[in-house]
């Protein structure tokens, strides 16, 4: 099956066959992709995105890549790499409490990675921005409205500072 896009010629680099995942699976995948996105800081494994996708998690890692030109691992680093950037640049959250906050176990890992996807380490990262003098979001307010973490009420129902408030939803 040739794309739509390969009938340019012989240069056109579309040329060869493509695999395409049926529409019927891509949902699950995208699912999966959305539940990614919204539990970025939560512990997310292979097993666990593949039983949101309801398929074996060897068919969705090679569906994934295929689909999305990377792995679910890869995927959810660079979700969270992304948000500790927004964080770093707005928040005035040590970096230690950025890794923890975006799902990262180790400050360790949390820098390596960070280095291999921005360029520079998170503490380089945060003083450069910190050097434009743009307002920073103090960490408590942060913390206390849940722009860094939410829980949702099935997680914190003890009234803590990071559940969602909802207007007429006062607690006693």
């Excluded at 794309?3 to 995942?21: H, K, L, Y």
């Excluded at 680093?77 to 959250?93: G, K, V, Y």
Aim: charged fraction near 25%; hydrophobic fraction near 35%.
């Amino acid at each position: 099956m040739r794309s739509a896009r390969a009938a340019g010629g012989d240069n056109d680099p579309m040329t060869t066959v493509e695999r395409r995942v049926p529409d019927d699976v891509l949902v699950h995948l995208r699912r999966a992709r959305d539940h990614a996105d919204r539990h970025y800081a939560e512990p997310l494994d292979l097993e666990g995105l593949a039983a949101v996708a309801c398929l074996s998690k060897f068919y969705f890692l090679r569906l994934f890549r295929t689909t999305y030109g990377t792995t679910p691992a890869d995927y959810v680093s660079r979700r969270r790499i992304e948000r500790a950037q927004d964080l770093l640049r707005n928040t005035n959250l040590t970096v230690t409490e950025v890794c923890h906050t975006v799902g990262f176990t180790s400050l360790g890992s949390f820098s390596s990675r960070f280095r291999a996807v921005v360029g520079e380490t998170p503490s380089e990262f945060q003083r450069r921005w910190l050097e434009t003098g743009a307002p920073r979001i103090p960490g408590c307010w942060v913390f206390m409205w849940g722009l860094a973490e939410r829980a949702t009420p099935e997680t914190s129902l003890d009234g803590s500072a990071t559940e969602e408030k909802q207007p007429g939803t006062e607690r006693p």
